[in-house]
């Protein structure tokens, strides 16, 4: 078996991706589950470049993988150890270096406006650099392919400088992503064979042609035995390689399977979907249903033909187990098929039940009923366990709501500014005694956060003797989806809480009405709470 | 030149996707979009699968594209003339007809529970069947990579049967999604050497290792003809071969662009990025920012070093012109860079403004203010040109807002079941005269559709002499994004208008407040109406 080393670059490349911008604590949460993964080594970012990643290598968590600081080849016209935007990289104290330099012709001379030779010295005297402090270097050669194409001598060159001047790898970067597969491959073996080894090789891909993955395997293929990716894709425009995508393949597909050894285990290959959701739940996007090996859609056999040979023998119309990458199948739900599904996720939520309890069924429909309206349990796991306890009768009733009322008021001010202002009343009865309680939704700055904040605010502030095991609960997210267009709109509501003692929860409410949408998501999630942390629970 | 031929099965293998479900008319529109695009065949459905695909081979346009049915062989034991399911099929009408069938010896004897020889029988007499009505013939051989590595001799024997009973095109599928774009790019080269013409050959991918696209061209490259996929890459799982990738690729790079020629025009080729969103908008699925060529990432530059050099010339960083593909470049807006662009999208507004106008950088300085608030004038391109107007002084007043009070209340009825009920006042000023107007937001079956529904009831209600103007103007989608995480959160609303000159109108809102979001939306849906329709405009 070859040893074939993973780079991943989430960290630095990743926040290129529009809309992205991890803080210090995110980045560190990140590199952790991805030394749990396995990967080699963890790009953090350009230290200097921001104060964001300058934070992240001063605090960063101990890993296994090769911390990396990513940076620049120094500026003509300097010595290496004058160049600050170079010392600042350094000064991070990684044990690894990766430099970006020019290694297409034309970038030298219209970008840098420095001569062909210039460049080279500058790769040279910033990798020797590097080397004499004691660190592994790397040279990201920008626009590889691209310089290829036009110019195979200088290209090959750049690299050639890199190695000799003792950089362990030389990571070919198709930067502007254009380059295809078949591409690829050629001037990988071209390279390899001008003296360049393929055990010293690297490839950096982008996928604004949707071959990222393709042209990184294409690479190791030709000899390359470094890949340098991101989770989930992330990247500046299109993304760069999926290692979410990649790690699997090479894992679990031939030829690469029996030819290759990584870092990541296959235990940690079962974790692979929980960690890409929980990076899509840190920089609150959407997971993308249809992504290969851990979207939610990726083993869902909706073609009736599938299914039911599915049922027979999943190989049929699947390449890999779904648990393997931690992911599962999803069939047209019917008691037969869901039932050990459902005990399953029951007992992730702590509850035991035997096969055959007439209550699955009940559970079933309802999840079933409920998904067609719009509800998801996917995600709403504590609405999910507060559906089955009230199934299994294992869930007390607390407190009963006799109503709400929330108004929305805005107007015009003395001054002629515009002000709005929330207001929610909650009428409740707790043991049989009525509790009514009223809330604005002022934040510290008396800026109106609207009717939902004034009405989780009025609905904790006074609930009898609940009240004070609810004081450590606060909202942390609030997510609203149309689950329908038009006119018919039916809004889907799922609300994230928090308490002192660590825990997350999800719950959802479904309304064509906002608020009341927003009202039982609420509801559900001081229920949990109280389920969990009540006497009486 | 050699002719390379583009069929989608958008409307049959597209709709396999998890919540997507055409309707007939939704069909029609998308068979219409694919016909202008240019590509050769369009698979509609299955007809007498289920009444949608029935329905629509009963009324589908007149294509340029072939029309082609999908079903499958015939069933053993039974005659061609005498299977239903194939009588259906056929009955459509349709100019071509593809017809999948096993070609895994497996499958064969596992899943249908018949003869090798059997299944042959089923090819030749279903494709001998088809071209006795003298319709065009397709054979999707089901599974065929699957198949070949496990039988490679029957495999071929099963396209050959199908190309011997007169099937026009042999269609190898990679139903599970598990081939690597090497196996392939042999398999299909070992096919044609078995002497099954690449010029009959197709292939049909799936994205389950995000190679789908690849193996398509791996398989062009080793030579087949014609390439199966879907807009978007909707389809079961991870979704079918993207032709919105494929299809910019095929067109504009090498070595396709040289070789090969499609049925899409350059011309088409620019309307790509409008048809994926419209294609997202009929399914109300969120456009994917980072998808190739048409995201709306594709070509933006977040990294500082990239949109410096950028500036200085785009092909440093982009591998296409996005406007080739009718996309555009997103670079971090300056004064410099942004007022071509800016004066570009007030044409597309309808309002001609010189360079130099001291207003463009007003409205810069606006859009980018508003945006980093969580504005989004991409999409709400009435507000955009509300925006503009204000600054250019083209915007009249109309009306003007005094207050206005929303109400929801939910509260227990007499028989224990709780109802919802929503109430809005608007209080507003037109010439001077002072408008009050309060309504409900019940539907025809009597049930609350909330609180934004009641605020645009009221609003509309009384709008002295504009009233008459909105009569034939309705909401007719709603959508709402959170754009900050957290207690934090912000709400973006963008609401989508029609009335009856057939206009369709986007405007946004932004608040804490949710309602306030929908209501400024709102206000900007009325404000566009009556710049549009009021004798004053």
Not at 203 to 227: F, K, P, W, Y
Not at 498 to 508: P, Q
């Amino acid at each position: 078996m070859e040893r074939l080393y993973l780079y991943d670059t989430t960290l630095r490349d990743g926040q290129q991706t529009q809309g992205v911008q991890f803080s210090t604590d995110e980045k560190k949460v990140i590199a952790q589950a991805l030394d749990d993964l396995g990967v080699d080594y963890i790009e953090g970012g350009w230290p200097g470049a921001n104060p964001t990643d300058s934070a992240f290598f001063e605090t960063a968590p101990q890993t296994r993988a090769t911390l990396t600081a990513f940076g620049m080849t120094k500026r003509a016209g300097r010595s290496a150890e004058n160049d600050e935007v170079l010392a600042a990289v350094l000064n991070a104290g990684t044990p690894s270096v990766c430099l970006v330099g020019k290694s297409h012709d034309y970038h030298v001379t219209a970008a840098l406006g420095i001569t062909l030779e210039e460049n080279l010295d500058n790769i040279r005297a910033s990798i020797a650099h590097i080397r004499a402090q004691g660190r592994e270097a790397l040279f990201d050669a920008e626009h590889f392919f691209d310089g290829y194409k036009d110019n195979a001598d200088y290209a090959v060159s750049c690299c050639r400088t890199a190695l000799e001047a003792g950089a362990r790898w030389i990571v070919l970067c198709d930067t502007n992503g254009g380059t295809m597969p078949s591409e690829v491959s050629r001037i990988v073996a071209e390279v390899i064979a001008a003296g360049i080894p393929g055990a010293n090789l690297g490839i950096h891909t982008h996928n604004d042609t949707e071959m990222a993955v393709a042209c990184s395997l294409a690479a190791v293929e030709a000899g390359a035995r470094q890949i340098q990716g991101t989770l989930n894709g992330l990247g500046e425009r299109c993304g760069n390689a999926n290692l979410t995508t990649l790690i699997p393949t090479l894992l679990l597909k031939e030829p690469y399977k029996s030819q290759f050894e990584t870092g990541v285990k296959p235990e940690a290959l079962t974790g692979l979907t929980q960690l890409s959701r929980t990076l899509d739940d840190i920089l609150n996007r959407v997971p993308t249903k249809q992504a290969p090996y851990v979207g939610a859609s990726a083993f869902a056999h909706k073609a009736g033909l599938h299914a039911s040979a599915i049922l027979k023998d999943p190989s049929t119309y699947e390449h890999i187990d779904p648990g393997e990458v931690g992911n599962a199948r999803i069939i047209p739900m019917s008691n037969q098929a869901g039932q050990s599904n459902l005990i399953k996720r029951l007992k992730e939520a702590g509850l035991s039940v035997e096969k055959g309890n007439p209550a699955l069924a009940r559970i079933l429909d309802q999840i079933k009923e409920r998904e067609a309206q719009g509800y998801a349990y996917d995600t709403a796991q504590a609405s999910f366990e507060l559906l089955a306890r009230e199934e299994l009768n294992l869930c007390p009733s607390f407190f009963d709501i006799e109503r709400y009322k929330v108004t929305v008021e805005r107007r015009k001010g003395a001054s002629g500014q515009y002000y709005t202002q929330s207001e929610a009343v909650v009428v409740v009865y707790v043991d049989g005694e009525k509790h009514m309680s009223v809330s604005e939704s002022l934040d510290e700055d008396r800026n109106d956060r609207g009717p939902v904040n004034a009405l989780s605010r009025a609905l904790i502030k006074d609930l009898g003797r609940y009240s004070s095991v609810l004081e450590d609960m606060r909202l942390v997210d609030f997510k609203v989806r149309i689950t329908q267009g038009g006119t018919e709109a039916i809004t889907r509501v799922i609300i994230d809480s928090e308490d002192n003692h660590g825990r997350r929860w999800s719950t959802v409410g479904v309304s064509a009405n906002i608020i009341d949408a927003s009202f039982e998501a609420l509801l559900d999630a001081i229920r949990w709470k109280l389920l969990h942390d009540s006497t009486e629970a």
